[in-house]
């Protein structure tokens, strides 16, 4: 079973900066897909970056402006650049990719990043 790896989380201050990083065990063919979504204790799990088949990227209003998403689909590899980070943005974040012959979505287990005030 193909694993992903994510590393780069830790405690930063209220306006700083962090670069999470993805990757597969294996190479993932035919991905659709990249995305990473956050989870905050007690709610549930939120979309917040989408890199699309054709090079475009998607982003919810609470990041747009301040997170990066990019990708290597012939490595898969992935990455999310944050900056100017907030106290609410502070959850464990998943890196997830959808690929394969039948779309099969891969995950991350998780990296926490904690913004502090």
């Known amino acids: 079973q193909v694993q992903l790896v994510e590393s780069g989380g830790g405690l930063v201050q209220a306006g700083g900066s962090l670069r999470l990083s993805c990757a597969a065990s294996?190479?993932?063919?035919?991905?659709?897909?990249m995305n990473w979504y956050r989870q905050a204790p007690g709610k549930p799990r939120e979309l917040v970056a989408t890199?699309?088949?054709?090079?475009?990227?998607n982003y919810p209003d609470s990041v747009k402006g301040r997170f990066t998403i990019s990708g290597n689909k012939a490595e898969s590899t992935m990455a999310l650049q944050m900056s100017s980070l907030k106290p609410e943005d502070t959850a464990v974040y998943y890196c997830?990719?959808?690929?394969?012959?039948?779309?099969?979505?891969?995950w991350g287990q998780g990296t926490l990043v904690t913004v502090s005030s």
């Open positions: 890199l699309n088949n054709g090079g475009g990227t």
């Open positions: 294996a190479r993932i063919f035919s991905i659709h897909t």
């Open positions: 997830n990719i959808r690929g394969g012959i039948i779309q099969k979505d891969y």
